[in-house]
């Protein structure tokens, strides 16, 4: 999410206006670079390293990888398929509603 000034924002959540546009902004970006988008260049995926080379960090040493599992590069990209836009804005050290407000 981009950065917003305070008049988009008004007792910790997005306004509606705001919030319209940034899914009115995303829709677009889907539209492109979604898997069934125009781009025919990007694709947005998710991608993990850790299915793909079936290793995560050690429990001594985090530079020291282990191997849990068998790498499986062809399961390791996901295509994006959907997003949400939350209303709440959360923000570092900061009490948010919901959780003790």
């Not at 995560?56 to 997003?83: I, L």
Request: net charge positive.
């Amino acid at each position: 999410m981009p950065a917003l000034e305070s008049a988009s924002v008004t007792n910790g959540k997005v306004t509606g206006s705001t919030l319209t546009a940034l899914t009115t902004n995303l829709n677009a970006w889907k539209g492109v670079y979604h898997a069934l988008g125009t781009s025919a260049v990007f694709t947005q995926c998710v991608f993990s390293d850790v299915i793909a080379f079936g290793c995560r960090a050690g429990a001594t040493h985090p530079h020291a990888p282990v191997r849990y599992s068998v790498p499986n590069p062809a399961n390791a990209r996901q295509d994006v398929v959907t997003f949400k836009v939350r209303d709440i804005i959360y923000t570092q050290r900061r009490r948010v509603i919901g959780v003790g407000l």
